[in-house]
């Protein structure tokens, strides 16, 4: 995988495309893109390359790549294994600036033969600086220039149509699939790319180049591969610079998946919760099915500027507006509390038997009077307090004035305050969906996407003060846990409050330490830094509350470790702590993504009973809090029943200043476990905590 280099326009826009394997059979893979870049309007120069034809559908055509009468932008391999490798080899003797490889038999085979092309493959793109997409490529297509290099049957299938919407995916199957639910929908698609083995240019990197279009308002992603972060941390970044979002469905996130997808593409999967934290941190929005990938598509359409997402609901169904408010709690869109005045106006507009609060019930009034809608959604968009509406309108048809309701709901929306609508019937949701409004089925559908598309709004915008992932090379892991009392001295070192104790090589001094510690009662642990599970192996004795207990304790903790074979280096010794609550910091290194950190129940049942969340080093304080209040434990934290509220704020210190150490590159720790950290009315200590040193 390698890093963006120069601008990849070439395979967007290129003046000469040379198909090396053509074919007369315009439904062979070597015949479509020929057939393709005629029917769709390609103006540049086209070479054919077939050693056994003087003409390929038409066109003059050449014996081999090397007698093309053009160096072209851009040459597209369609024959096989050596074949594909040599006339890759010719290209970048040539010149060429990019390759597009649709030959198969390379890295996703799983041989070592296999790897062995493909490692050829890029050795001939590298000594020239030669750009490939592939190998295993279902090809690229950008109808805005009608340069469509690949072979997807779905293009005869789903007629193009240039529109304002980009498709890049690893997977053919997964760029063709969304590209036909779109153009089935109405909606245009400029760029429909399918990557394959990203030996070269990745799926993330072509993407960022897609997003450079200033007419693409939304960009559609799916990956097999998380190798590259640093183009999706571009991609991320370009999104929010050109207010251009970008949806994500990454396969490969269960065991069975990530199998599956070794097998597809030569992928490697990542920690499901750390790939989440890192589509949040650089404001790319993750779905998790081909549904939720195109779901909310007519919504980014839009130039809507949410301002929240407070929503109201109108519906000419009492039971629709109780199932709209149950999808909207669902989603975590709260219900707009309306104004007096905005009642006021619903009044004057409505039956006295209306509904007027949030949502709002037109009742059957509608069948008499079809303006309603086109003055009730005014009052609501005017309200301070509604951010978004959805109008539901489970039944109409012969008697309402239905193109009146869509031409009014038009209006509404141009307006600026999104408009999501459910509308069953096909013959009355055929209006709204002619004036490009986002229409669904049923209400929890339409409430899911509404909530998608403001929650990724938000995100974006969040994402912009949030600091760059850590992520990039380091020196190779060779990490080499501390005991406990050098785990604890590092831990100080990264900013986590300890507890007070003391370090002791041997029992008879242990009774010392507990004097000077001055305190009611202590723990005594073994310090080794063979094991992390001490409490199993009879390695920590608890509430010590003298000298001679102390040391009795020590003394059986020696045994202990001699029974079951661990060494041990000393004991520490601390004073016994009663915090408000047990959490957990912890920290590892992801081989993509770099230092991570955990949140979360600290305790003996934190595996048992995960409560936890993660994110990328560094984080901000602001992260922190948001996250902690995520977890399950989140509500006693303030206190309850006369309980008084831990220091949050010491746990959130703790962590970002941890995270910071752990996001410079040279930091030699390789990852920690602090549990539990004991939560004070003041302050915050972590009692227990294992170290890895690189």
Partial sequence: MSTPRASLDFFHRPSSVAVVGASDDTEKIGGRPLRYMREFGFAGRVVPVNPRRDTVQGLPAVPSLQDSPVVPDVALIAVPGAAAVEAVATAADMGVPGCVVMSSGFAETGTAEGERLQAELLGHARRSGMRIVGPNSQGLATFSSGAVLGFSTLFTEEPPEDGPVGIVSQSGALASVPYGILRRRGIGVRYVHGTGNDADVSAAELAAAAIDDPELKLLLLYLENVADPESLIALGEKSRRNDTPVVALVGGRSAGGSRAAASHTGALATERRVLDAFFERVGIWQVHSVRELVAASELYLRDWRPRGNRLAVVSNSGAVCVLAADAAEDEGLPLAELAPDTVEGLKRELPAFAATGNPVDVTAALLTDSTIFGRVLPILGADPNVDACLLAIPVAGRGYDVEQFASDAAAFA??????????????????????????????????????????????????????????????????????????????????????????????????????????????????????????????????????????????????????????????????????????????SLDPVFGPVMVVGAGGVYVEAMSDTRVLLAPCTPEEVHEAIAQLRMAPVLAGLRGQPAADVDAWVKAVVRASEVLADAASPIAGFDANPVMLLRHGAAAVDAVVLRR
Avoid: C, W
């Avoid at 100080?492 to 510690?517: I, N, W």
């Avoid at 207990?549 to 003394?555: F, H, K, L, S, W």
């Fill in 414 to 587: 141009a307006s600026g305050t999104p408009l999501v609508l459910a509308v069953p019937q096909p013959n009355v949701a055929e209006p709204f969906v002619r004036t490009g409004l986002p229409v669904f089925e049923e209400e929890s559908g339409a409430v899911a996407a509404l909530g998608q598309y403001l929650a990724h709004r938000r995100r974006m915008a969040r994402a912009d003060g949030l600091p760059r992932p850590a992520v990039g090379p380091r020196e190779p892991l060779h990490p080499r846990q501390l005991n406990e009392a050098d785990s604890l001295a590092a831990l100080a070192e990264l900013g986590v409050p300890v507890v007070a104790h003391e370090f002791v090589p041997d029992p008879a001094q242990v009774a010392g330490a507990f004097t000077r510690l001055g305190v009611p009662s202590v723990v005594v642990k073994g310090s080794t830094s063979e094991t992390g599970h001490k409490s199993e192996l009879g390695l920590v004795q608890l509430r010590r509350s003298s000298p001679a207990e102390a040391r009795a304790a020590a003394e059986e903790i020696a045994a202990s470790a001699e029974r079951h074979g661990v060494a041990l280096d000393g004991f520490l010794v601390a004073p016994m702590v009663a915090g408000l609550h047990e959490v957990l910091i912890g920290a």
